[in-house]
């Protein structure tokens, strides 16, 4: 298939839509997957360049930044993810006129949170320095730097409207492709403007110049997809304005409780411990955040295609999807978390120096759990979303924000930093690994031992090896460089892949991959896959 489509026609709608983006499955993980580690590769590069060339205040005054303007998204209402959503759903039933309207009536709506995002940069700019307790000296540096953020950040709402049919129509090699040059930018003129002695202005510039480059690539892209679109003022429409600020309001409180969640936390620190405080919290959460970022290699996958599957096929199909799209979240996140938990102390040694080992570790290790009780969950938000039944999750999701926020305004002033990570921790086991799950299982009338067995119990002992592993290097100090850890991490990640193919697949699993490499001699198949049982085989 050609990268873009050739012809005015675009994208296959209807039913040959969804077709089409179960095809495309494994070629958008592999995608997603090459992406993932462009953005792994250059935060490995980036961090250390942005640590070293601001110095650990300004660092920490970038961080704080960055995480305020970012929770300052919230006021796009939840737009972007409805455009998604009915995106998918309209082009899954062929109804290209709904499309011209939706995206039209998006665009024109987008306007308004692009200029309360404006008024919101101008307003923490006036305010953010004194609350903050930033250096005088930094003054004029940080109200110029915000300004420039929240420039790209309002320039992003409508762009994103624009780019939604990338993500709606399954072509995650376009996205991906996207992200891959915009990471590789960012890194590289990070680095021009730090040798130039540039600061935070220049940091914030680059990161301004770069986010307008990909949204306009972006947009390009999507109009190809989808050529026949026509956008006007003519097609904005109060009947498709209506259920989409219906849906995109529960999408908002689900995304303003997802901001409180993982976005708040280094502003917490920074008003009551300073900016420093931020730098040593923000490694272990920028780790963290690493990791979570990595489940989009599946969960991204299944967002829109549950949503064309709910339109057209049935509960069966649903199932299929959670139960599979929870499983390989869980695993995908897993030796991630093993190694930084158990071999975390030296690879933050060799990477900033004993220093943020001393600070970050500890943080490190509750924010670990964070992400594994957050990959069980992903699944259940992203399929509800197909479904359109994602109220109850919203105010849930809006419940436990609260209630980490005020945990975590307690915690910190008695325990510090790693207060507000455990003011987290504890919300999220209890609606996330708990409640959350089993209203999910609910509505998809999925069996509870079925569910826990194959998303927690399965993935759990496909870990074993891998941390039993890791626990010997680090008791036995045989990590002291980088090619040791290298070699530690390599070999553990040979023994969590001998354990998935030895007992981590299902069935259906297996019988996919079975068709994916059906190229290969049945050989070759049963020793990379194991064997297909005689009744997924028939």
């Known amino acids: 298939m050609p990268l873009l489509p ?41 961090v250390p360049i942005l640590v070293h060339g ?22 796009d209402f939840g737009l972007s993810i409805g455009v998604g959503r009915f995106f998918a759903r309209h082009h899954a039933q062929d109804d290209r006129e709904e499309i011209s309207r939706l995206l039209s009536t998006g665009l024109a709506v987008s306007i308004i949170p692009a200029a309360l995002m404006l008024l919101g940069g101008a307003a923490l700019a006036i305010w953010a320095p004194r609350f903050f307790h930033f250096p005088p000296a930094l003054d004029l540096q940080v109200r110029v730097a915000i300004m420039l953020v929240a420039l790209a950040a309002a320039l992003m709402i409508p762009g994103t409207i624009l780019g939604s049919a990338i993500p709606a129509l399954s072509r ?41 480059a990909g949204l306009i690539f972006g947009a390009v892209l999507a109009m190809r997809l989808v050529p026949w679109v026509r956008l006007s003022r003519h097609g904005i429409s109060m009947r498709t304005l209506r259920p ?13 409780s997802s901001q409180l969640i993982f976005y708040s936390d280094n502003i917490v620190v920074g008003a009551v411990l300073g900016p420093l405080a931020v730098a040593y919290f923000s490694v272990a959460g920028g780790l963290v955040d690493q990791l979570r970022g990595s489940l989009k290699i599946v969960t991204t996958l299944y967002a829109n295609l549950a949503a064309q599957i709910h339109a057209i096929e049935g509960l069966d199909e649903m199932q299929q999807l959670f139960l ?7 695993l995908l996140v897993l030796p991630g978390c093993i190694g930084l938990v158990l071999l975390g102390p030296e690879f933050l040694q060799l990477w900033l120096g004993p220093v943020y080992r001393m600070h970050s570790m500890a943080i490190l290790m509750v924010l670990i759990v964070v992400v594994l009780v957050f990959a069980i969950s992903i699944s ?62 609910r509505q998809l009338k999925l069996g509870t031992l079925r569910y826990v067995g194959g998303v927690m119990v399965r993935p759990a002992l496909v870990g074993g090896p891998m941390a039993a592993w890791c626990w010997l290097c680090h008791q036995g100090r045989w990590v002291r460089s980088w090619h040791e850890l290298v070699l530690a991490i390599a070999a553990g990640l040979v023994a969590f892949a001998i354990a998935l193919r030895a007992y981590g697949l299902e069935a259906p699993e297996r019988a996919l991959l079975q068709r994916k490499f059906a190229r290969l001699s049945p050989r070759a198949r049963r020793i990379l896959i194991g064997p297909l049982p005689a009744s997924a085989a028939g």
């Open 6 to 46: 050739a012809n005015e026609q675009g994208m296959p709608t209807g039913v040959a839509s969804l077709a089409g983006a179960k095809q495309r499955f494994s070629r958008n993980a592999i995608w997603n997957l090459l992406g993932f580690l462009t953005q792994i590769g250059c935060a490995f590069v980036v």
């Open 54 to 75: 601001l110095g650990g205040v300004q660092y920490g005054i970038w961080t704080l930044i960055g995480q305020t303007i970012t929770g300052m998204n919230l006021l």
């Open 172 to 212: 995650f090699d376009l996205q991906q492709l996207r992200n891959i040059l915009w990471f590789s930018l960012r890194a590289l003129l990070y680095w021009v403007a730090l040798q130039h002695g540039l600061g935070l202005v220049g940091v914030a510039a680059v990161a301004l110049g770069v986010e307008l």
């Open 244 to 256: 989409l600020m219906t849906f995109s309001f529960f999408a908002f409180l689900l995304s303003m």
């Open 324 to 330: 599979v799209g929870s499983r390989l979240a869980v």
């Open 380 to 441: 259940c938000t992203q399929v509800l979303y197909g479904m359109n039944r994602h109220r109850v999750n919203a105010y849930l999701s809006l419940t436990e924000a609260c209630t980490n926020l005020g945990l975590s305004i307690i915690l910190v002033r008695y325990l510090g930093a790693i207060g507000v990570a455990w003011g987290t921790l504890i919300p999220a086991l209890v609606f996330e690994l708990c409640v959350l799950p089993i209203y999910t299982v």
